[in-house]
C-alpha cells in the first residue's frame, strides 16, 4: 500500500520525512514534491489548479503498481480531491482512500479572503492574521522571503480554484481537523460527505489549523489502522 503525501501551501515533502519511520508495516509513505521549494527550489512553481493535477496524475503514474491511498492537509486536501477526481476522467486507478484534512469541501468558501495579489507585506501579514502558515516559517525572515514566490503561487491555486460539479468518488473519504481550527469548522470538515458515496467520518485532534505538527504519530496511526483494515478485507 502506497500513501500519497499532499503539502498545504508553502509546505514541501519534508513536512512528512518522519511518517515513514513510524507508520505500521506494510505502507509506503509518498510525499509530493512540487516545484518551487526544498529540492526542486530552482523550479517555476503551478499557480493553477487545472495545471497542477495533470502534472501530479503523470508523475506518479509508475507508482500506482499496488494499491495507494492520499493524504492531503489544506492545500493538499483540495489537490488531493481534484486528483482523484482526474485520474478518474482518463481511466487511471482510483484511490483505495482520501485522507483530508484542515479544509472544506467545495463549494463551501474559504473564511479567509484572497491574500495573494497583495504586496510581499501585506501578505506576510495575511498569513499571521489567519494562520495559514506554521509561525516558524513566519519566525525566519530571511528564510521567508525566499519563500514568497513559492507562497504566493500556492495560495493562487486555490484561490482561483473552480469547482466544477461531478458524480461522488467511489473512494471512501476520511476527514481530519483540529478542534480549534479558525478556518475549518465541524460543519466544513463534514460537508466532504457530498463527494463520497462511502464517507467514514470527522475525526478532530487537540489544535489549531496545524494540529498535525505536534498530533502526527497519533494521525498517522489512525490512517495506518484504516488502511491495513481496508487492504485485509
Known amino acids: ?14 513536512a512528512y520525512r518522519l511518517w515513514q519511520k513510524e507508520v505500521q508495516k506494510g505502507i509506503d509513505i509518498c510525499p509530493i514534491q512540487l ?24 508523475a506518479i503514474k509508475p507508482l500506482l503498481d499496488i494499491p495507494f491511498a492520499f493524504f492531503g492537509h489544506s492545500m493538499g486536501a483540495l489537490i488531493s480531491f481534484e486528483l482523484a477526481r482526474y485520474m478518474r476522467s482518463v481511466g487511471q486507478p482510483s484511490p483505495v482512500h482520501l ?57 493562487s491555486v486555490y484561490e482561483n480554484y473552480e469547482y466544477k460539479v461531478e458524480p461522488g468518488l467511489s473512494s471512501p473519504i476520511t476527514v481530519f481537523g483540529g478542534d480549534n481550527d479558525e478556518l475549518t469548522d465541524h460543519e466544513d470538515l463534514d460537508s466532504w460527505r457530498n463527494h463520497t458515496f462511502d464517507f467514514q467520518g470527522v475525526f478532530t485532534f487537540a489544535g ?24 485485509s478485507l
Open 1 to 14: 500500500m502506497r500513501l500519497f503525501c499532499l503539502p498545504f501551501a508553502g509546505g514541501g515533502a519534508s
Open 35 to 58: 516545484p518551487g521549494r526544498e529540492t526542486r527550489m530552482m523550479e517555476e512553481p503551478f499557480t493553477e489548479m487545472t495545471r497542477l493535477v495533470p502534472a501530479i496524475a503523470e
Open 99 to 155: 485522507f483530508l484534512s484542515g479544509y472544506q469541501a467545495p463549494p463551501r468558501p474559504n473564511k479567509a479572503p484572497a491574500i495573494s495579489h497583495l504586496s510581499n507585506q501585506k501578505f506576510v501579514e495575511g498569513l499571521r492574521q489567519f494562520k495559514f502558515t506554521p509561525e516558524s516559517v513566519l519566525a525566519n525572515p530571511e528564510f521567508l522571503e525566499l519563500l514568497l514566490p513559492m507562497l504566493k503561487a500556492d495560495f
Open 208 to 231: 489549531e489549523h496545524f494540529y498535525l505538527m505536534d498530533q502526527w504519530k497519533t494521525l498517522l496511526h489512525h490512517i495506518s489502522n484504516t488502511l491495513l483494515v481496508s487492504s
